[in-house]
Every structure is written in C-alpha cells, then in structure tokens.
C-alpha cells in the first residue's frame, strides 16, 4: 500500500451540521481530532477509504486507539458515532471512511473517472461479442451406445471463467429463482452487469471473483431484495456509487440509512442520548 502524503479538506469541513451535533458532546473535541486522524490514516493506508493496516488486516477500534495514542473509550464512542452520522461505513468487518473520493486531489478523481470511462468502454464491447455466441455451456453428460459406447461429457467451470460470463450463464440459464424480476427491470440488470465487469477488472483475482453458483445466487438475491424494498433506482445508485468510489463490494449501508423511520429528527435525538451515556 504505497502512501497518500495528503488529503484534501475544504475550510468550511466544520461547518457542516454533522459537526454541530458533535459539538454538543462533553468530548466533542477529543472526536473532530479522532475524524481527522481517520482521515489522514485513510490516506496513508490508501485503500480507497479503507481502514487497513495490510491487504489482509483492518484496524480494529484497539488498533486505533493504539495508533491514535487515545483512550480505546473515547475511540470507540467516536467510531459508534461517525456510523450513525454516515461519516464511517462498515462493510464485512472493515471500517471505511464514506465519500472517500471528496478527500482526495481533482488529479486522482480525474484519474478514477477515466478508468471507470474506459472500463464501460471495455465492458460494451465484450458485450457486443458476448451477444454473438450461441447459448451454449449448459451442463450435461451426453451417453451413447453407438459402436463404442463412449461417454461424452461436458460441464461448465464457473471457476475457469470471468464473472460477467459465469453470470450470463446463470441467467441464461435461468438458474436463479428471481430471473423473471431481473429480465423486467433492465436498468437493474445492467448495473448488475456493470458491476460484475468491474470486478472482472479489479484485482487480486482470488479477492474479486464469484465462482461459484451459489456465491453469485447470493448476490443477485441480495441486490434484488434490496431493490423490492428501497426500489430500483436508488438500488442502482448505490451500485454505481460503490463502482465509482473504486470498493471493494457494494456499501448497503448507504442505501439502509433511507429507512422511512430513520428520519433527521430521530437520528439527532439518537446522537444526544447515546452524548450522554
């Protein structure tokens, strides 16, 4: 993980009212020092908002605290805090700043948004080319008697093969339960294609690759069920967003947030109590 020398912040960073609910807690102090450390260790660890110490481990509220020199108290008050406001994601046990890419230079977000034009660009045409294969690699064992009695055979390896495909295999199939939702709501499944390219795209391949059929039917059925319950579009949204922030997988907890009864009101009275505790 090469390093981040610094970050970008605007001068109005406090200002925003996410602060002013900050401001009204005993230590309120102690934590705006813990969010900018957050950052700046976001940006030395340059895993795009990503908490770690190494490709394989994250820093824990102990870490912090130990790398901080603060309080493991006061850390992890800060850390339960930041999750509620929105300003720390946790995804598979990883704390990661959200919005990462607003912390960083114009250069790099110019950077990520070529690679993200060249990545569509790449994904259109291997679809052009996926559209002119036959439907082909179904599963089957062929057995015949004729002269010889050879048994021929042929199985499809979603391990051997790239995500966009072991998924256009599934669905072309129709292996998945909620095909028909899928095949109704387009812009759905594209963004689902997209995001499937894009992992293609990523790398380690071990880290970034679905193979295998249930690990793929687990994923559709997270994504549609998060569609039936929050809609399509922000569904999408949130797919892209993950995308475009370069994550490592789709950060739910963004679109969670727009529960109906999790409303402004309800979130303050949350971070008042929990001050005064």
């Known amino acids: 993980m090469g390093n981040v020398k ?10 925003d009212e996410k602060f002013d609910a900050i401001r009204t807690l005993p230590d309120s102090n102690d934590i705006q ?3 900018i450390k957050l950052l700046c260790l976001a940006g030395k660890c340059n895993e795009n908002g990503f908490l770690m110490l190494t490709n394989e481990i994250p820093y824990t509220e102990e870490m912090l605290a130990q790398h901080f ?3 493991i108290g006061i850390v992890q008050r800060a850390i339960k805090l930041f999750v509620k ?9 990883v704390y990661m700043v959200s919005n990462w890419l607003k912390y960083q230079s114009g250069d790099d977000l110019a950077k990520i948004k070529d690679q993200n034009r060249k990545r569509q660009a790449e994904y259109k045409k291997r679809q052009r080319a996926l559209a002119l294969e036959t439907k082909s690699n179904v599963t089957g064992n062929v ?3 004729v002269r010889s009695n050879v048994n021929c055979s042929y199985s499809y390896s979603l ?3 790239n995500n966009i495909e072991n998924l256009n295999y599934i669905l072309g199939n129709e292996l998945y339960k909620d095909n028909d939702f899928l095949k109704e709501n387009i812009e759905l499944l594209n963004s689902i294609r997209e995001w499937m390219e894009y992992k293609d795209n990523k790398k380690p391949k071990s ?3 679905y193979d295998t059929e249930m690990g793929i039917k687990k994923l559709l059925s997270q994504i549609v069920s998060h ?5 399509i579009e922000a569904t999408v949204e949130t797919i892209n967003a993950s995308i475009a922030n370069n994550y490592q997988g789709i950060v739910w907890s963004q679109l969670e947030r727009r529960k109906p009864n999790q409303s402004k009101a309800a979130d303050t009275s949350v971070i008042d109590n929990w001050g005064r505790t």
């Open 6 to 15: 610094w970050i970008k912040l605007t001068v109005n960073v406090f200002d």
């Open 33 to 35: 020092l813990i969010w």
């Open 69 to 71: 020199r603060m309080d």
């Open 85 to 93: 406001l929105g300003m720390i994601d946790v995804e598979n046990n």
């Open 143 to 145: 057995t015949g008697n």
């Open 159 to 161: 391990s051997n093969n």
């Open 207 to 209: 880290q970034n690759h």
């Open 227 to 231: 569609a039936k319950e929050y809609g």
